[in-house]
């Protein structure tokens, strides 16, 4: 089962990447940019990712987060309303609702590392996160607004 908060997985990354002599680069590495994403259903395999780039040479690697703010869930649910006039009770009004209890909980996590022109990523996400991203995808798929970079925020640490 997967956590509901990634600020634990957060902590042990952040310590790992330390304890292997890397620095991190607050980032988040977008779709434009040419990547391999990291493929393993180990809830360490981020642990292999970081040796891997470790094993590449490089000095530092990126690490972008989401936490759920109050105002992502006040956009998301004033578009679907709009969207799902005049029917309030839409099914996905209810799951932007369901949200609202994981405000200030961290969803989302990516690390990545350029090799070679490429950049390697690892992505993990709670349940709830990637439910909220297919809300915001109905969203702009109807003609809606997207919330700030698909959700991306970058805490400075």
């Known amino acids: 089962m997967k956590p509901d908060n990634l600020i634990s997985l957060k902590d042990d990354m952040v310590a790992f990447i330390a304890g292997h002599g890397l620095r991190r680069f607050n980032g988040y590495i977008t779709d434009e940019v040419p990547t391999v994403i990291f493929e393993d259903e180990d809830p360490d395999a981020w642990k292999d990712f970081v040796e891997h780039a470790k094993a590449t040479g490089t ?44 405000v200030g909980k961290i ?31 109905t969203i702009t798929d ?11 925020d970058h805490d400075e640490d």
């Open 142 to 152: 109807l003609g809606g607004m997207v919330i700030d970079d698909h959700g991306h």
């Open 107 to 137: 969803g989302y996590l990516q690390l990545g590392f350029a090799h070679q022109g490429v950049m390697f990523l690892f992505e993990t996400s709670t349940d709830w996160y990637e439910q909220f991203q297919e809300l915001i995808d």
């Open 59 to 102: 000095s530092f690697v990126t690490m972008s987060e989401v936490m759920l703010e109050k105002s992502d869930v006040a956009i998301l649910l004033e578009q679907l309303r709009d969207q799902s006039y005049p029917d309030p009770d839409a099914p996905e009004i209810d799951d932007a609702e369901s949200l609202v209890k994981h």
